[in-house]
């Protein structure tokens, strides 16, 4: 079976080396990982909230985000997924969902068997406990989301967000010279930040005005990434990078 990464560039490893030391051992077992890849279009759910998956979802390529809905049908992002990322890795052991994840952009998805995850666990403690490190840093992302939503204002709180995309996107290769791409829509923005759409473009309009953001379509530069991380209040100690240079 051929492997579904590219020869030259496994998410899953770089996501993995960003936050825990992997042995040759350890990359090797991850390069065949088995798992049915699926090319997804944007905005499809990938699993619901209710599912009980007998399998996990890892990005292998494009956006989704991570989602619940009130019963009045208004949508909360609680987190945006990227290349590397199992976003449902939880319910290999919470066996029924309680949030949704849908694309944002067109995706390559690696659904793996929950057994073939329990196996490589088994036979590789250290995997287990980057994917255990993983599941907490998670938990410490949602925190830090609260804390945005809850306490931060307009600029600030949209400065945040983009200096945490930017910064996982680097963890994963995606980012040179703090360009990137990042085909996430104002609504998108709107559902994750508690704005409405029209404060989002508002908000956006005054982050290119003030020299924070250079966008053009779905690319995203920063012009001054020390002026962002200050007007956004980003300490990225809540990502619990192994490797210093991705933050800088």
């Known amino acids: 079976m051929s492997s579904p990464f590219h ?14 030391i992997l042995t ?7 390069e065949t990982l088995p798992m049915q890849v699926a090319v997804l279009k944007d905005r499809q759910d990938i699993v619901r909230g209710g599912d009980r998956p007998s399998r996990s979802c890892l990005i292998l390529s494009g ?3 991570v989602y619940k809905m009130t019963a009045h049908g ?24 309680d949030t949704s994840i849908a ?27 980057a994917f255990w490190r993983e599941t907490l840093i998670d938990a410490a ?47 998108e923005f709107a559902d994750a930040l508690g704005f409405s759409p029209v404060h989002v473009n508002r908000v956006l309009q005054q982050m290119r005005a003030e020299g924070l953001i250079e966008t053009q379509g779905t690319r995203l530069r920063i012009p001054d ?4 991380k200050e007007v956004g209040e980003f300490d990225p100690t809540y990502l619990h990078l192994v490797r210093e240079d991705v933050a800088a």
């Open 225 to 228: 990434w020390d002026k962002l």
């Open 141 to 187: 992302i949602f925190r830090e989301w609260v804390m945005n939503v809850g306490q931060r204002e307009g600029v600030s709180r949209m400065a945040h967000v983009l200096c945490e995309l930017v910064v996982r996107l680097k963890a994963v290769d995606l980012v040179e010279d703090h360009v990137c791409d990042l085909p996430i829509t104002q609504i």
């Open 103 to 129: 694309t944002i952009s067109p995706c390559r998805v690696g659904f793996i068997p929950h057994e073939a995850l329990r196996d490589l666990c088994l036979r590789y403690p250290p995997i287990g406990a």
């Open 63 to 65: 956006f989704a985000c």
């Open 24 to 30: 040759d051992d350890e990359r090797q077992v991850l």
């Open 74 to 97: 208004k949508r909360q992002i609680v987190s945006f997924a990227i290349a590397g990322d199992i976003p449902d890795l939880q319910s290999l052991h919470l066996k029924t969902l």
């Open 7 to 20: 020869p030259d560039y496994n998410p899953l490893i770089r996501k993995l080396e960003s936050v825990f």
